[in-house]
């Protein structure tokens, strides 16, 4: 048979490299955290335990591996070195500036983290030196960490001022001050109270509960939940915008 003369040139199960002739970087992923105490906006930081710049404030990351993308990679290095998982993540921009990391030549892509400070524990955190610092009061940031930090309080903001977002940084019940100090953290300025109860009354997605917050008074203030549901009918239906 002329297929016993055949000679076997290549494995199937062996992977061509069709680019062995091209540069090779390594590509990161870099977390911003932001958390709410129902008073301060918080970032969470740690120190590096590696060099280069060992011991100083960095963002949460790690590098990609060959069998995830890239919000895979950003999702597991946020849950293997803080326990936190299914929690808000959004791709903010990327990073790739010859000498960003004096360690080796290295793209990293920035993601921003959104949560809750009470209702997260961090049973599985992997990182001692990991620390909330209130978002004003922040060390300064190896590498171009700094400038990562900027756009995300950047993008926070933009995204606070059009979607209900800010309410993934809230626990499930909250009072209205709690939320008026959460877009006032945002936003970074002090808003008329008047005006924003009023201006989220006419946005109708909260649920007024008859529990009532009795930590903060003496005649207490009520509860609040976010109607999820209602919001997103209210999108679908007839392209509601959330605006504050």
């Known amino acids: 048979m002329i297929e016993d003369n055949l000679e076997v040139t290549s494995n199937p199960n062996q992977q061509l490299n069709y680019y062995e002739n091209e540069d090779c970087v390594l590509l990161a992923v870099d977390c911003i955290i932001f958390g709410f105490d129902k008073e301060k ?8 335990n590696i060099e280069p710049e060992k011991g100083k404030w960095s963002l949460i ?16 290095v946020l849950e293997t070195l803080t326990g936190l998982s299914d929690i808000y993540l959004e791709q903010i921009h ?13 793209i990293s892509v920035a993601y921003y983290a959104l949560i809750d400070v009470d209702s997260h524990h961090f049973d599985g955190i992997q990182i001692d ?7 004003k009061e ?11 930090v900027e756009k995300a309080k950047a993008r926070l903001r933009r995204r606070a001022l ?3 977002i800010g309410f993934e940084l809230l626990p499930e019940k909250f009072t209205m001050r709690q939320l008026q100090n959460l877009y006032e953290s945002i936003l970074d300025k002090e808003l008329d109270k008047r005006n924003f109860i009023n201006k989220i009354n006419s946005l109708d997605v909260l649920i007024k509960l008859d529990e009532k917050d009795m930590s903060v008074s003496r005649k207490g203030a009520y509860l609040y939940v976010f109607d999820k549901e209602k919001y997103r009918k209210k999108v679908e239906e007839d392209g509601f915008i959330f605006k504050i």
Do not use: C
């Open 41 to 48: 906006l918080k970032i969470l930081l740690v120190k590096r």
């Open 61 to 76: 990351g790690g590098f990609l591996k060959k069998t995830e993308d890239l919000d895979e990679a950003a999702a597991r």
């Open 94 to 106: 990327t990073y790739s500036k010859i000498d960003r990391d004096p360690g080796q030549r290295t």
């Open 129 to 135: 030196a990991a620390q909330w610092f209130d978002i």
């Open 138 to 148: 922040a060390p300064s940031l190896i590498f171009d960490h700094n400038a990562m």
């Open 162 to 164: 059009s979607k209900p």
